[in-house]
């Protein structure tokens, strides 16, 4: 069974666009979730999140943990075609299971000029 | 240089055929982990290893072999490669002693079976 499903698997927009990734998952023992953004090869680190309700920022990326109903957002606004890319979910369960994550399929973002 | 280096980058071998697919790391860290990541499936563990001593299974360890040579290094095998092995084989590192912060990835190596 799927632990880890994003949504949408793939969009495109125009730049200067606002989009919305969606991260749900289903662990026992969560300990964080994580995004990461993959261009051409190795996935690069963009956000952890461990608690509720924190947003975190960078430039104009900003994600959020919802950890009641499961699931984060990764929000991407005024888009750039530097913006293309696969950006991937992480969940790491705690217990036995730290520091071992599990991936979602990605979603693909492609930016138009 | 990269703080995770894969070798060899590309990779096209035969069914049949003993391979294997090396990382180093020179972060120190000492955790590493083997993900194979496919389209529209994401990046699925194969095997991690905590310490020089600890080798476990992941979730598709089928048809794959480790080694952790050292700390910095940590090699996969594939004992008789098959077409469906066939996918972007990444080694990535993280450290105990910064917590779950994420993993470095390596630059990844792409394998074809034919």
């Known amino acids: 069974e799927d632990k880890v499903v994003q949504s949408p698997l793939s969009l495109v927009v125009h730049e200067g666009d606002t989009v919305t990734l969606n991260c749900s998952y289903e662990?026992?023992?969560?300990?964080?979730l994580l995004w990461y953004k993959q261009e051409k090869k190795a996935p690069t680190f963009l956000f952890m999140l461990t608690s509720s309700g924190i947003e975190k920022k960078s430039g104009r990326l900003s994600s959020i943990l919802d950890k009641k109903e499961l699931f984060s957002i990764l929000n991407i606004t005024a888009t750039q075609t530097g913006d293309s890319a696969i950006y991937l979910c992480a969940v790491e369960e705690g217990a036995d299971s730290w520091g071992k994550f599990q991936f979602g399929a990605g979603t693909q973002v492609v930016v138009t000029p | 240089d990269a703080d995770v280096t894969q070798t060899p980058r590309n990779r096209i071998t035969k069914t049949g055929k003993r391979i294997m697919l090396e990382c180093s790391q020179t972060k120190g860290h000492d955790r590493m982990y083997w993900y194979r990541q496919d389209p529209g499936l994401g990046l699925r563990l194969i095997y991690y290893?905590?310490?020089?001593?600890?080798?476990n299974k992941g979730e598709i360890s089928d048809g794959y072999s480790v080694s952790r040579q050292a700390q910095a290094k940590f090699s996969l095998s594939l004992e008789s490669a098959i077409p469906n092995q066939t996918a972007l084989y990444f080694c990535?590192?993280?450290?105990?002693?910064?917590?779950?912060?994420?993993?470095?990835f390596g630059s990844g190596t792409r394998l074809t079976v034919v």
């Open positions: 990535a590192t993280s450290d105990t002693a910064s917590g779950s912060y994420g993993y470095t």
């Open positions: 662990v026992t023992n969560f300990r964080s």
């Open positions: 290893s905590f310490d020089v001593k600890d080798i």
